[in-house]
């Protein structure tokens, strides 16, 4: 009888445990799926993400056609983005070789900032002309979308 007595007792803190663990376990999927839901949806990397944020923040006529003269311009600067790559490897290169070759470096950082200018040169130009196509709305939305900051 005894040994009966002790298994009872025993298994009586087993349900209320199971219980509290299950709300626990309820509440921190909860929170979890409200964590993500609150949080801004992920743009991608890069001069993309860019041109998704700002697009993003207009009326969608001027939406559109922000899209499409971005993406008319994107052969240009796309290409300046993989001259710019290119350099910061070869910088890269010449800043890890041994022995250190500073005239090497430097002519590195020379080719990277020239590239990184061409680059933005052209990405400026595409911007202009995406702008230019936009109503006094969608640039008055632009600028206000520019000013925002980009990480919360």
Known sequence: MSAVLGTARRGRWR?????VSLAANLFFV????THSLMRPAQ????????????????PADDAARFRAVMERERPSFAQ??????????????????QPFDEPAV?????????SWMLGSDRFSTSLLAAVRSLSPDGRARLGAAMLRPRHP
Request: glycine share 10%; net charge positive; aromatic share 4%.
């Open 15 to 19: 349900q209320p445990v199971l219980w």
């Open 30 to 33: 909860a929170l979890l799926g």
């Open 43 to 58: 743009m991608p990397p890069g001069l993309d993400g860019m041109v998704q944020r700002l697009a993003s923040a207009l």
């Open 80 to 97: 300046s983005h993989r001259d710019m790559e290119a350099a910061r490897a070869q910088l890269a290169a010449a800043i890890a070789a």
């Open 106 to 114: 430097g002519a590195g950082l020379q080719a990277f900032r020239a």
